[in-house]
């Protein structure tokens, strides 16, 4: 196992608990280091070799999954059945929700993944999707692209 849930409730979410590092994960995080919060043990992959985390004050909840060297940073929510992988990076108050699924992707700011949004890291084009800014995403990007603003 590589992190515990304290006893240490969120100030407005009294249903979610902090965690805390039982070992070293990547080379970001060190043993005793307290991270984000989460609702249960299923909102983060458990795999020693994984460096997936929830730093900050982030939120897991729900079913949503950090896993695969995904992490949340800032105030960053992934809630309801969204699935943060493969080295995704939320920060700032963006918020994925319902089935959004992040894969290499990056979010920002305000950002919303909603519905069954798929923000996809595209392997052809090398490069890495970013939203930044008050954006939502309701469908599937891919590839190249940086959306930031209020689009």
């Known amino acids: 196992m590589k992190y515990e849930i304290t006893d ?6 009294p249903f979610l608990r902090r965690i805390r590092a039982l070992r070293d994960v990547g080379d970001q995080v ?6 984000g919060f989460v609702e249960s043990e299923s909102n983060l992959g458990t795999d020693p070799s ?13 079913d949503a999954y950090v896993d695969r060297d995904a992490c949340l940073r800032g105030d960053a929510i992934a809630c309801d059945r969204a699935y943060i992988s493969k080295g995704s990076v939320m920060s700032g108050h963006s918020r994925a929700e319902d089935n959004a699924y992040l894969r ?7 950002a919303l993944a909603s519905g069954n949004a798929q923000i996809i890291h595209d392997p052809h084009t090398m490069g890495t999707p970013i939203l930044s800014g008050n954006c939502k995403v309701y469908g599937t990007i ?10």
């Open 104 to 110: 290499g992707a990056s979010m920002t700011g305000k």
């Open 50 to 62: 994984d460096c997936a985390w929830i730093f900050d004050d982030a939120i897991a909840a729900g």
């Open 8 to 13: 240490i409730a969120h100030e407005e979410y």
């Open 30 to 35: 060190k043993a005793g280091d307290l991270g």
């Open 142 to 151: 891919q590839g190249d692209v940086r959306v930031t603003g209020s689009a």
